[in-house]
């Protein structure tokens, strides 16, 4: 508690060096100048990405919407209905079979005419969506099996929907179109 008698506490001298030297303070700035300079450098990179994730977030939406449409559409046999269609070739739109007819929403469409429900859509077609194209392929079973993964059936259909997109890029050059493509069958009720 008390300090004792004749002992003295000894007295530290001061440091010589107080502080950082100029130097010192440069070269640190610089460091952390370099390491936010490549950070920032990292941005575009990651808004192209994020921007793709949402572009081909939003085609897989837009394929997605018209299969619902798809599945919707009657395709009967008693009553003889047929508004799913088969594709020409797989290259156009589906149309209407020979000798089937189709009645939707109280308008009947004739064999071998386009179904208003699959048209194709070019990149301002599709309300809301500018720069979004979208069609609708549909492939008969029975007629090309191996597209429907082996499935020989009459009553079972391959619909698939294809969806392009331009994509943002980080350089000057253009990217080029990506297309999201989703199937699904569907079977004659």
Do not use: H
């Amino acid at each position: 508690m008390f300090a004792k008698p004749g002992v003295f506490a000894k007295r530290r001298g001061r440091r010589a060096e107080a502080g950082f030297t100029l130097a010192e303070v440069l070269l640190a700035a610089v460091i952390i100048t370099v390491a936010f300079v490549a950070l920032l450098s990292a941005i575009p990179y990651s808004s192209a990405a994020l921007q793709s994730g949402n572009q081909t977030s939003t085609a897989t939406f837009l394929a997605n919407q018209k299969l619902e449409e798809a599945k919707n559409v009657p395709w009967t046999a008693t009553p003889n209905n047929d508004c799913l269609g088969i594709s020409a070739g797989g290259n156009g739109a589906p149309t209407v079979p020979a000798g089937k007819t189709c009645t939707l929403n109280g308008v009947i469409v004739n064999s071998g005419a386009a179904l208003p429900w699959a048209a194709d859509q070019s990149s301002t077609a599709i309300a809301n969506f500018n720069g979004y194209s979208r069609n609708v392929r549909v492939t008969d079973c029975a007629a090309t099996p191996a597209l429907c993964t082996t499935v020989s059936d009459a009553g079972m259909r391959l619909v698939t929907v294809s969806v392009t997109f331009q994509p943002m890029t980080t350089s000057s050059t253009a990217a080029a179109a990506k297309t999201v493509r989703v199937s699904m069958m569907i079977a004659q009720r």
